[in-house]
């Protein structure tokens, strides 16, 4: 046998090997999918919102744990934006990339998410915001236990529960600091219907979750120093209920004259609030196809307006 007669052979076998492989790939796939949409969209909030927490709050567990030796202010602001970055590109082809239940809530208000969807949505959100906190708490179990000599502490030096959830500056109030949540989500959603807004300037198709991103690192920046910027329930009682349950006992809820709510309860009001705000004032006074249409059909109002701007 010839070196081309077994270079045929051999790509033959090559061939059918591959085959094989990629017949046995897909029937594994087709054994595993998820027929139903509901289902694959509840998959896609929990494995994306347990993704978020992990990067996060991981961010903040490496700067608190190295005791600031890797980071500190900039470095949480820029993780927790790249972490939602990369949740959204995680998901947002499946179920739009929500990971918070602010943003659903205001998804169904404004008509934009079933509501028939929104518990699905909200429990898959709290649970992998859990998750991802029980994954942060894994990773760095044995640093944790260097850093607090084996006592978990809300207040205090060696304070640990702030790697997971939010907690009021000495000097805020609970009212400044409700003020303070619901205005901050308020800006996010403002953004965000403004960023996926077709008739506004939009957002490149793809770059939709590096404009989130950004966002995220701006309100950040400016508005996190009263309480760390939550904007997001399942973010923020999700890890803390972790937390409740891993150590830390029952002053996760009562610290900060009772703390917890405040990140649930604003959230929820400033999410819809901004997206009726965006609504009101951009989205509402979008012309249709039928004002253009119209504005085609009457060259002299055009020529008019145009001539009113040149003047």
């Known amino acids: 046998m010839t070196d ?6 051999d790509s033959r076998r090559s061939s059918k090997y591959t085959n094989l492989a990629m017949k046995g790939s897909k029937r594994f796939k087709d054994k595993i999918a998820l027929k139903n949409n509901l289902a694959k969209e509840t998959l896609s909030e929990f494995f994306a919102t347990c993704l978020l927490i992990t990067l ?14 890797t980071g500190g202010f900039l470095t949480n602001n820029l993780g927790f934006a790249m972490a939602v970055t990369m949740a959204i590109y995680v998901s947002g082809g499946v179920s739009g ?9 205001a998804m169904c208000l404004t008509g934009r998410l079933h509501w028939a969807k929104f518990p699905f949505y909200v429990s898959a959100q709290f649970l992998g ?20 000599g084996g006592v978990l502490t809300v207040n205090g030096p060696n304070a640990t529960a702030h790697i997971f959830a939010t907690y009021p500056s000495p000097y805020l ?16 959603l403002i953004v965000v219907f403004a960023i996926f807004d077709n008739k506004n300037i939009g957002t490149p198709k793809g770059l939709e979750p590096v404009a989130v991103g950004l ?7 400016s508005l996190s120093l009263n309480s760390g910027c939550a904007m997001n329930p399942a973010r923020d ?28 309860i604003g959230p929820m009001i400033g999410g819809p609030l901004g997206a009726f705000i965006y609504i009101l004032c951009i989205e509402a006074h979008h012309k249709t196809d039928e004002d253009k249409l119209q504005l085609h059909l009457e060259p002299d109002n055009c020529e008019k307006h145009e001539l009113t701007n040149m003047a």
């Open 97 to 105: 990339g929500h990971i918070n239940p602010a943003v659903s809530f």
């Open 4 to 9: 081309v007669d077994n270079a045929k052979l």
């Open 215 to 221: 966002l995220i690192l701006l309100l950040g920046f």
């Open 173 to 188: 109030s609970t009212m400044n600091g409700l003020a303070d949540q619901v205005i901050s989500t308020a800006i996010l």
């Open 56 to 69: 996060g709050c991981g961010c903040i567990a490496s700067s608190v744990l190295g005791h600031g030796a």
């Open 129 to 148: 915001a859990i998750t991802g906190s029980a994954v942060v708490f894994g990773v760095y179990h044995d640093a944790l236990k260097a850093y607090t």
């Open 237 to 264: 009682l999700g890890p803390r209920i972790f937390t409740a349950l891993a150590g830390w006992g029952v002053d996760v809820f009562t610290a900060g004259n009772n703390w917890w709510w405040v990140p649930v």
